[in-house]
């Protein structure tokens, strides 16, 4: 599915959701725009991938009982 066409559908779902309201289609297009963008520039991005390293060693407990030389 082209963008055009991905931005009108999602137009027409928000329209749905919304109740139908008359005189707001270029609202619900604009959002729509905005929607469609933003899930492009997520998937430009990729997915996130937690750092293994943060929070490694975070343990309080455990640092003080290093500490303490248990």
């Not at 297009?29 to 997520?42: L, T």
């Amino acid at each position: 599915m082209g963008r055009e066409e991905r931005i009108r559908q999602r137009a027409h779902d928000i329209w749905e959701r919304e109740g139908r309201p008359q005189g707001r289609e270029r609202e619900h297009w604009d959002q729509a725009v905005q929607e469609i963008e933003a899930e492009g520039s997520e998937a430009e991005r990729g997915p996130v991938v937690p750092d293994p390293t943060v929070g490694a060693g975070s343990n309080p407990e455990a640092r003080g009982s290093k500490r303490r030389g248990r």
